[in-house]
C-alpha cells in the first residue's frame, strides 16, 4: 500500500508522542490544537490505525503508535539531511553559461558587463563565442548558447524571445574616396540608385541579406542591382574597392574605412536602422542567465560606462 505522509505532519506526530499533550505540541508546531488533531486523524486513516489513545485526561501512544515514533525519528533526520545536502549544491554550484555574440557589434561591451558580472559572480563559468548572424540564431534557438549579442532585424519571434536593447545603429555605404558620392555628410536610397549594391553573404548572414534586399526591391524594383560577398565587412570593402559597386554595412563595423582609399557614408533611412540587442529564450528561467541580463541592463543604465563601451557611431 502506498502512502503519502507529508513530512510536517510526521514532525508533528513526534513531537506530540514527545510531550503527550495536544497544546503543548500544537504551541511547538506553530499550529492550533485543532489543526494538529485534524492532522493526526488524518495520518491514522491513512495508515488505518490508531497511534494514539486518547481521553479526557491523558494521551497515550499505542504499540503501533511506539513503533512509528521509533523510526519517524531517523527519517525526519535523514529528509533534513538530504536537503540540507541540495541546499549546499544549489549554493555552491558554479554559475554556467554560454554566450555568442557579433564581435565588431558587441565584444567590448560584453567584456565591460562581463568584467562585473565576475566581481558578484566569482565562481561563474562564462563561455564567450564569437559568431556570424545565422550561426547564432541557430545556436539560441537549440540550446547551446544562453545568450546572444546580435542585430535585431525583426527576425526573432517575440513569443519566443526577449531582447533587452542596448544601443542603436543604422547601414550605410562603403565606398572608394574618388567615388562621386563619398564626400556627402549622408545619402538616400534615391542618391544611390544607379549603384549596384554588395550585401553580406546570404549563406552566413541570411537575415542580414533577406532585410536588405527586401528593402532595396520596395525602393527600386525587381531590377534592382544587387550581390551578395562570401562573409564580412571587411570583404565587402574589398569588393567595392575593386569597382563591383558600393558596399552596404552597419555603422559600427567603420573600422574598415581605415582601409586605404575607402570612406564610410550613412544612409538616412528609417528603414535601415535597427537595435543591437541581448537576446534570450523566453523559456530560460536559469538563475545564471537572469544575473548576466540584470547586470546588463544595470550597467547600460550608466551613461559613461555606455560611453566607454559602444562602437564607434555615425
Not at 535585431?152 to 567615388?179: C, N, Q, T, W
Not at 563619398?182 to 538616400?188: D, G, K, R, V, Y
Not at 535601415?272 to 542567465?289: G, M, N, P, Q, T
Request: with cysteine; charged share 25%; aromatic share 10%.
Amino acid at each position: 500500500m502506498v502512502h503519502h505522509m507529508k513530512i510536517e505532519v510526521l514532525e508533528e506526530f513526534v513531537c506530540l508522542a514527545n510531550t503527550l499533550n495536544f497544546g503543548v505540541a500544537a504551541k511547538k508546531c506553530f499550529i492550533s490544537q485543532s489543526t494538529l488533531s485534524k492532522h493526526i486523524g488524518a495520518l491514522e486513516r491513512e495508515l488505518g490505525c490508531q497511534v494514539f489513545e486518547r481521553n479526557n485526561r491523558q494521551v497515550v501512544l499505542t504499540p503501533i503508535g511506539q513503533a512509528l515514533k521509533d523510526n519517524a525519528s531517523a527519517v525526519i533526520e535523514a529528509y533534513n539531511k538530504c536537503i540540507s545536502v541540495v541546499d549546499q549544491m544549489k549554493n555552491s554550484s558554479p554559475v554556467k553559461l554560454n554566450v555568442g555574440y557579433l564581435y565588431a557589434a558587441a565584444h567590448r561591451l560584453i567584456m565591460g558587463v562581463y568584467g562585473v558580472f565576475a566581481e558578484e559572480n566569482p565562481t561563474a563559468e562564462v563561455r564567450f563565442v564569437r559568431g556570424q548572424g545565422e550561426i547564432l540564431r541557430q545556436n539560441l534557438q537549440n540550446g547551446t548558447f544562453d545568450l546572444i549579442f546580435d542585430m535585431d532585424l525583426s527576425g526573432y519571434d517575440p513569443a519566443r524571445f526577449d531582447k533587452l536593447a542596448l544601443y542603436g545603429d543604422r547601414y550605410g555605404v562603403i565606398l572608394p574616396k574618388d567615388h562621386p558620392l563619398a564626400q556627402s555628410a549622408a545619402l538616400t536610397l534615391a542618391d544611390l540608385a544607379d549603384e549596384t549594391f554588395i550585401l553580406p553573404s546570404r549563406k552566413y548572414f541570411e537575415s542580414h541579406y533577406n532585410y536588405l534586399s527586401r528593402i532595396l526591391t520596395d525602393e527600386f524594383g525587381s531590377d534592382v542591382k544587387m550581390q551578395d560577398v562570401l562573409s564580412d565587412p571587411d570583404e565587402i570593402a574589398m569588393y567595392a574597392r575593386r569597382g563591383y559597386g558600393v558596399g552596404l554595412v552597419v555603422s559600427h563595423a567603420i573600422h574598415i574605412t581605415e582601409m586605404r582609399g575607402m570612406a564610410f557614408v550613412p544612409i538616412t533611412d528609417e528603414r535601415l536602422e535597427f537595435d543591437v540587442c541581448a537576446i534570450w529564450r523566453k523559456s530560460d528561467k536559469s538563475d545564471a542567465l537572469n544575473r548576466f541580463i540584470n547586470t546588463t541592463k544595470t550597467m547600460f543604465s550608466d551613461e559613461e560606462f555606455r560611453n566607454a563601451v559602444l562602437p564607434p557611431l555615425r
